[in-house]
């Protein structure tokens, strides 16, 4: 697996870059502390040092990385929409042309960690639970539906629907889950709110 480590000159931000790029591709079962090396190019003694924890403790921040580079993602590619539907149809044509630049091979590191996890590994379930949480409250802050249990259960059922269109996706070696699903979600932030009882 290539992986591009434009601006990570420490062997510490190699190995994060590295850790990213496995999850990304193969979960955390593809992100053991050999082949986060292997790909980072780091000395193996370096990653007790920078990772005392080992393991869980680099995937944790590694995990708080890419959060902050797909909330930035999620602000990008709303920008400029005014209508809910509109950022959603916006959204969603970003997430396609994201899986496809990835050759259909990358999926949210999230999404792949969170298959990985076991009852002992519930301090990183945890660490995921908390990233698709900011998600889901960007989302919500993002598309307001008019009220904001509408807008945070709509926003996670746009989180649910990326999560699998990047399943179909990389199944299908197609970015149409994301076009199918960004449409029909689209469709229903332009119901009206249902009246209240």
């Known amino acids: 697996m290539e992986i591009d480590f ?3 000159a420490g062997s510490r931000e190699r190995m994060i870059e590295a850790a990213i ?7 955390l079962s593809g992100a053991g502390i050999n082949e986060v090396v292997r790909a980072s190019g780091a000395p193996k003694g370096s990653v007790y040092h920078f990772f005392p924890q080992g393991k869980q403790q680099l995937v944790a921040e590694a995990l708080a990385v890419y959060s902050g580079r797909v909330e930035a993602f999620i602000e990008t590619a709303v920008a400029g929409r005014r209508q809910p539907a509109g950022k959603v149809r ?4 970003a997430f396609a042309r994201r899986v496809e630049e990835g050759g259909f091979l990358r999926s949210c590191a999230g999404g792949t960690v969170s298959l990985d996890l076991d009852a002992e590994l519930d301090g990183l379930r945890q660490v995921v ?4 949480a900011e998600w889901i409250a ?12 509408r807008s945070a259960s709509f926003a996670g059922l746009l989180l649910t629907a990326i999560e699998g269109a990047y399943v179909r996706a990389r199944a299908e070696h197609s970015a149409q889950p ?4 960004g449409e029909w979600l689209a469709r229903l932030a332009e ?3 249902p ?3």
């Open 129 to 132: 639970d908390a990233m698709f």
């Open 195 to 197: 009246p209240r009882a």
């Open 90 to 93: 916006a959204l969603f044509a």
């Open 21 to 27: 790029a496995l999850m990304r591709g193969s979960g």
């Open 191 to 193: 119901l009206p709110a």
């Open 178 to 181: 994301f076009i199918e699903a």
């Open 6 to 8: 434009a601006g990570a």
């Open 138 to 149: 960007l989302l919500a802050r993002h598309i307001d539906l008019g009220d904001a249990r």
